[in-house]
């Protein structure tokens, strides 16, 4: 399960037919939520760069997703 909670994006350069893409995406933040502790709260950055490695396109998301469940204490 995954919910978007916040989104940014800003598009920086045209992109054309034909243009090929590459995204990166990193994990800068998680952690468990407060409020429902079955799931993870997960920072994101994106980029997206063309053929020649301009930067085309950034964002940043917040999603909430299901986390696995604790292992149990023995």
Do not use: F
Not at 4 to 14: C, E, H, I, T
Not at 68 to 73: E, I, N, Q
């Amino acid at each position: 399960d995954l919910a978007v909670l916040a989104s940014r994006a800003s598009g920086l350069r045209p992109v054309r037919p034909g243009d090929v893409l590459s995204v990166r995406a990193t994990v800068v933040d998680a952690h468990r939520s407060r409020s429902k502790p079955d799931r993870g709260v997960v920072l994101t950055a994106i980029e997206v760069r063309n053929q020649d490695e301009e930067l085309v396109m950034t964002m940043r998301a917040v999603n909430l997703i299901r986390c696995r469940a604790a292992p149990r204490a023995n």
